[in-house]
């Protein structure tokens, strides 16, 4: 009785390259370079990034060897709405938003933007000069609703390096704390003088995202920008209570961010969490509730590390993006 041969990643579908050989061949046609001991060079359609390289098993790094984009629809919708105004986004972490954005700026306007962990901050104004965006302004403080110096986390305890996304203040550690460092942290409204007109406000800052905005009231009220911010924790409720007199309302959430606008038109309002089932770059959670648990407690299959589906926003792919490319999922450090 013949046998059959196993099938492998390359013959599954004939004539057509596993995962596995087309993120080698898009890793090939992306060398990273070294800059120095502390830092490697990464690259993509949009610039090259400076990356620490301490952080070189980090997602992003993974991502960005490939040649891909992070957050590709959350860059895509910052870059369709910035309009004739300035844009703020921050954390920058090592500056992979600022190429793609810098270019969507319109004659005269700026990108604001802050990282205020030292080894990040460096990577990101590393990331500015070798792209030459001399419309970004980079300052080396975090945000929040009243000025302060506060302690930063700039190391992973876990894994004894220094700390990517896990960066974050801590109101309870003293700034001479081991793996902490003393950081200023000061509000959004004095950083950025009223004469700048800003229509998008977008904030990434491990969940100090609330104090930032009440940091940028006087911005806000002022400018109504698009919202965009990471988590679950700002909410219509909470924008409603905070800016009663703006009106905002979700548009849409995808990767792991969610979009707030003032002039969502009747009816086109997101429904229920707005997201879209469709292929992102972020990982998917496999299966039901009942397999994740049993792959959590070991009990069948492997396990899988949890992760966030996401959804588009207008504008669909990035400029010369391949349909149907794949992409590494993770988290952004």
């Known amino acids: ?60 790094p993974k991502i960005l ?16 709405n910035a309009g004739d105004g300035d844009v703020i986004t921050g ?64 190391e992973d305890f876990e894994k004894g390096e220094p700390a990517a996304a896990q ?23 004095d950083l950025i003088g009223p004469a700048r007109k800003i229509t998008v406000l977008h904030l990434d800052i491990e969940g100090f995202e609330q104090n930032a905005l009440r940091g940028a009231a006087a911005i806000v009220r002022r400018n109504h920008p698009k919202l965009v911010t990471e988590g679950r924790k700002t909410t219509e409720a909470w924008l409603a209570k905070a800016f009663p007199k703006q009106g905002y309302t979700r548009f849409g959430a995808w990767e792991k961010n969610q979009i707030f606008s003032t002039d ?16 992102d770059d972020e990982p998917k959670r496999k299966g039901g509730l009942l397999k994740r648990i049993k792959r959590a407690l070991g009990l069948g299959g492997k396990a899988r590390a949890p992760g966030h589906g996401g959804g588009r926003p207008a504008g669909g ?11 590494p999922k993770g988290e952004r450090g």
């Open 1 to 60: 009785m013949a046998t059959r041969e196993p099938k492998t990643g390359a013959d599954k579908r004939v004539g057509r390259p596993s995962k596995a050989d087309a993120r080698a061949k898009r890793a090939a046609a992306n060398p990273v370079v070294s800059m120095d001991d502390t830092f490697d060079i990464y690259s993509n359609k949009f610039g090259r990034y400076v990356i620490p390289k301490a952080y070189h098993m980090r997602v992003l």
């Open 65 to 80: 060897a490939q040649g891909l984009v992070y957050e590709r629809r959350t860059i895509q919708y910052i870059c369709d």
């Open 91 to 154: 954390g920058a972490f090592i500056g992979d938003f600022l190429p793609a954005i810098s270019a969507a700026m319109a004659p005269g306007a700026l990108i604001h933007t802050f990282e205020p962990n030292p080894l990040c901050h460096e990577a990101c104004r590393r990331t500015i000069e070798i792209n030459g965006l001399t419309n970004v302004r980079l300052h080396q403080v975090a945000v929040g609703h009243k000025t302060a110096t506060m302690a930063l986390r700039v």
């Open 167 to 189: 960066s974050a203040l801590n109101n309870r550690a003293k700034t001479d704390d081991p793996g902490y460092t003393a950081v200023d942290v000061v509000r959004l409204d």
């Open 264 to 279: 969502v038109p009747a009816g086109q309002a997101a429904p229920g969490t707005g997201r879209v089932r469709v292929k």
């Open 317 to 327: 792919r990035l400029a010369g993006e391949r349909k149907g490319a794949s992409r």
